[in-house]
């Protein structure tokens, strides 16, 4: 989202360099209102549709970035701005390893795997951060890097400006940050659920970051969206309800108001040390140690989102791994489906029909095939509903059934076309069965209901059965030799 913005503010600036800065932070605002928008239509549950091993590779993946973008400062050296350069540049750190700085971050680190249980008055990571910054004033430690100048005051309000002519512009810009906005807050929402064995509501976080970021427009702030890094560390360091957040900002705010200067003299080295024991923690450990046990695909998708949050991006990384795994289900969910679906000319090829209808198939003598359709029909089916009905090619009328349909996609329904004109180029006459109102509008749209008579298309799958009879039979009756 940083990046984002940063392109907002080149391209609103050099549009118009008197007023676009305040036309960019306008479109943070606006951000903020889409998302109140998308929260009031309740599309938040589209978002966290996200399969476990992708949850799972995100979360280690955020463990690993964690753990190497702090050991630089808890060896006393600055840190790198991602993981691939911090794994690149760690020769280098050790090289120039600030033994100060390691005895504080050493110590941090010591201290927070084996304080006592029954001595803990604060949370360990509190009581470790006051009491080794404390240490840390003195003069053996004068020289290690700390958190330095930290802003003051409260920020100037900056009123909304909308520019007719560039608002095209802006729409889709606010589009843009609302929904990587969205993503990121439920995805750490479905994080923070995984961890804590709650349900968050989805259409309400949208609600409150839509807030938050209308707010952050006014101020002249960045888009915000949930932090998966900081709910992670704030779920392990104890945090289970919203005093946790409201703290944070209370902190923030002194810090702000006056109490900078304290938090200005706290070293990088022992909060380098409470964020590596937090990466640790945060590994998913359970799952690790029976990856050897899980089935290929689950594993191999857990290592493939585990590396890309680490060198690439975690936005990136959640994206493919549901790409990835909604492709794998429906595929599945399509090859199941194809086998309950059937194709035939006898009682012995259809399961599940009437008396009547298994004698109606037989009398029509092999003359009459019968494919029947069932549940919902999805892109997926449409190679293996062509495929099937190719395997077939013997046959005077072809019923297809949609008795048992409850949907059928654009995808599907066009695979459909094009099977009823090879049915029809063929010279077979071509009945549907058991349309249903719904049915009959997706199939209209599709072209279908063009290729078939409304005659032909008014049955129940036992009536069908009946009129390709006797359509046969009143063939068969004309071709009798004089």
């Known amino acids: 989202m940083t990046v984002v913005m940063a392109v907002i503010l080149t391209e609103t600036i ?37 399969p476990f091993p992708v949850v799972s590779g995100f979360i280690t993946g955020i463990g690993v970035i964690i753990i190497l973008l702090q050991i630089a400062p808890l060896l006393g050296v600055a840190s790198q701005s991602n993981p691939l350069e911090a794994l690149v540049t760690l020769p280098e750190a050790f090289r120039s390893l600030s033994i100060p700085a390691f005895i504080l971050g050493g110590s941090t680190l010591a201290a927070l795997f084996l304080w006592p249980k029954r001595f803990q008055v604060l949370p360990p990571p509190l009581m470790a951060l006051i009491g080794l910054s404390a240490l840390s004033l003195g ?10 100048e930290i802003p003051r005051g409260l920020p100037s309000i900056i009123w909304p400006q909308i520019s007719l002519e560039y608002f095209p512009q802006m729409l889709g810009s606010a589009c843009l940050l609302a929904a990587l906005g969205a993503i990121d807050s439920l995805l750490t929402s479905l994080v923070a659920d995984n ?3 709650t349900q968050h509501d989805s259409d309400r976080e949208l609600r409150g970051q839509g807030l938050g970021n209308i707010v952050a427009g006014l101020i002249g702030g960045l888009p915000g969206a949930g932090a998966t890094m900081r709910t992670l ?20 705010a002194a810090l702000m108001l006056g109490a900078a200067p304290v938090g200005e003299q706290i070293p990088l080295a022992v909060l380098a040390g409470i964020l590596l024991k937090v990466g640790l923690d945060i ?21 493939l989102v585990l590396c890309v949050t680490v060198f690439v991006d975690l936005i990136t990384a959640v994206v493919i791994g549901v790409f990835i ?8 969910f399509s090859e199941h489906q194809l086998t309950t679906m059937s194709i035939g000319r006898s009682a012995q090829d259809i399961p599940n029909l009437s008396a009547d209808e298994e004698a109606l198939l037989a ?7 019968l494919y029947k359709l069932n549940g919902f029909m999805s892109y997926g089916l449409s190679r293996g509903i062509a495929r099937r009905f190719s395997s077939v090619s013997d046959y005077q009328v072809l019923i297809v059934d949609f008795t048992e349909v409850a949907h059928v996609d654009l995808s599907a329904g066009l695979t459909l076309s094009e099977m009823i004109d090879d049915a029809k180029e063929r010279g077979r006459r071509v009945l549907l069965a058991g349309l249903s109102e719904p049915l009959l509008r997706s199939l209209a749209h599709v072209g279908v209901l063009d290729e078939v008579p409304e005659a032909d298309r008014q049955f129940d799958r036992h009536g069908a059965l009946v009129f390709a009879l006797g359509l046969i039979t009143a063939t068969e009756s004309v071709m009798q030799p004089v």
């Open 325 to 332: 795994a909604n492709l794998e289900t429906l595929y599945r």
């Open 139 to 148: 003069a053996d430690f004068s020289e290690v890097p700390r958190i330095g």
């Open 363 to 369: 009398d029509a003598n092999q003359r009459v095939l």
């Open 195 to 197: 961890l804590t064995r």
């Open 283 to 303: 590994i998913d450990w359970r799952f690790l140690r029976r990856l050897h046990k899980t089935p290929p695909f689950s594993a191999g998708l857990m290592i």
């Open 233 to 252: 560390v704030n779920i392990r360091l104890g945090g289970r309800t919203r005093v946790s957040g409201m703290l944070h900002s209370v902190v923030l």
């Open 14 to 50: 050099a549009l118009d360099p008197d007023q676009g800065l305040a036309i960019a932070f306008t479109v943070v605002s606006l951000a903020g209102i889409l998302q109140i928008i998308a929260g009031q239509l309740r599309l938040g549950r589209y978002f966290v549709m996200v």
